[in-house]
């Protein structure tokens, strides 16, 4: 099974590594960067979360929510409001924005903005795709 997004005719299966999250939310972008949809991955063996989802295709703009355990003191930083890049992702659109709600607050306390509108989406690319 390959990691990130992989198109096939049928729609799109996603796949992401995570061993401390407690839930992943893919987040589906338009054009336009307005969030259009969300849906949560199932945990299967090995900490690989993943989904088929058959209304998605080559080009279609996406994020993860990792839900979780905060922790700084032990290095678990998982916070739903950050939109994470696909680490497998062959493709990114948009520009990262420095923004407050990417940071911390003061006293390792949750930042709860969400950051979407400030980091660049990952693109379902063919496997083939140069």
Known sequence: MFLGATP???GTRFALFSSVAERVELCFFDAEGRQTLSRF???????????????????????YRVHGPWSPDEGLLCNPSNLLIDPYA???????IWHESLLDLPENKRNKADSSPYVPKSVVTSRDAP
Not at 41 to 52: M, P, R, V
Not at 90 to 96: E, I, M, N, V, Y
């Open 90 to 96: 062959r493709r990114l659109d948009g520009t990262f």
């Open 41 to 63: 991955l199932f945990q299967g063996d090995d900490d690989i979360w993943f989904d088929h989802v058959t209304e998605c295709g080559v080009g279609q703009r996406y994020g």
């Open 8 to 10: 096939s005719a049928d």
